[in-house]
């Protein structure tokens, strides 16, 4: 038994786009482009991506790591960059071939495409679409209503480019007589390039039989060319995910005014605010009141928490949790149940633990932070000297005064009390008071009087 494989072409130069970074891996919703074919291919049933890479293959190993990659040096067209991975295929293998721009595709299209090529006895089954406008696009050719051959655009006569079933690119193929048909491709053409579609001719002029689906939603063949292109079709994805968290419970106020990736996911009842971006694997639990203005990526949130005009990265934060207005949370903040991190307080590589409080303006790096702590205003962690980075502990019931400096590595041991203003270079006991700022002098009728 062969398997399924999907070639994916993405060694196209994407010259329209007009940039440093490959067209492919251009983000969307935060995601690369190509991410968004391969899911597809891979949750539509196929068992190995294949990616044809250019120029761009050490960034589309960085996006896609799970995929196999096949190397076209010289960009000689879409028939040739398959060649590029017929090491790949199979005798007995169904390879799927699509292009690497067309991150619109959905898995239960990649499905169905499949299913109808496995229940015909086709050497090939094209894919074709019905577009209002098919300029550019190839045009598929038919006689007594069955396919005859594609013509490229370029190659087409006037009466052909009325056609308005387009060739989308995507095609399934039997692996045998695929590599056949690639042994003969010819670049014989306006482009003087190697053609994908005439495989198909090949194949029906050997007596094959190749197979039309086509597609009902030209959505799903949308491609990417140029930088407007890609704001559209990640206009489209953001509203099929929050078309999809607002049928599953989720309430967005405006929409249009959310982003959030594809692969986040959001719990019931909760509220997302205007201007929310939520990138990555983010996990948001339930009754959550998120937003506005915030920015959450690859963070993990729990149940019952309110996170305001805030941005966290790669932190964890458990229930009932109070965030912002204007927090930031940095990599590998955790902040355990109950807790409330305030307006224009910093944390980063820290553990803030349960119902403890750090209500306004205060930086706590690299610390550990017990429970009902109180981490007054102004406060913080000196957690640098310049060269070493030190850390702070801070146990349970500990109240640190409010424009207190904790020089690191220090540590307050449970219910230390330390006044405002201290700056605390020595450990602190347990339940001791700590006061380390200059005595104040009252110098009595010495205050300047002006108007003398
Ligand atoms: C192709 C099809 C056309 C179809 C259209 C759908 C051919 C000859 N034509 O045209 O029938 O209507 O797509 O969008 O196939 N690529 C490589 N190596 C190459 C050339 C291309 O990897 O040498 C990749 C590109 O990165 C891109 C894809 O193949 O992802 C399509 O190439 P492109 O040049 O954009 O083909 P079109 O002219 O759009
Ligand atoms: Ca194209």
Redo the contacts with the bound molecule.
Sequence with gaps: MGKLKAII??????TRMKSTIS??IHPMLGKPMINYAADAYKNGGCDEIVI?A?DNMEALKLAVPDALFAH?A????????VICAKEFIGDDDTVFVA????PLIRAETVRDIIACHKDSNAAATIVSCVFDNPF????IIRKNNVFDR?V??KDASEDERLIQE????MACYNGKQLKKALAQLKCDNA?N?????DVSLILKNEGEVVNIYVGSDPMD?Y?I?DRVQLAEAANIIKMRVNNSLMLSGVSIWDPANTYISPDAKVGRGTIILPGTIIEGKSIIGEECEIGPNTTIKNSSIGNNCAVINSILESAIVHNKVKIGPFAYLRPDSVIMDGAKIGDFVEVKNAVIGKNSKASHLAYIGDADVGENVNFGCGAITVNYNGKNKGRTIIKDNAFIGSNSNLVAPVTIEKGGYIGAGSTVTKNVPENCLTVARARQENKEGRAPKWDE
Aim: hydrophobic letters at 25%; proline letters at 2%.
């Design positions: 072409l993405a060694a196209g130069e994407g067209k492919v044809v250019g076209q010289e960009r000689r067209g879409t028939g040739h960059a292009y690497g721009d067309g550019g696009y190839g045009r594609i490229e655009h387009i060739n989308t690119g482009q390039e190697y053609y994908l579609p063949f491609g060319n």
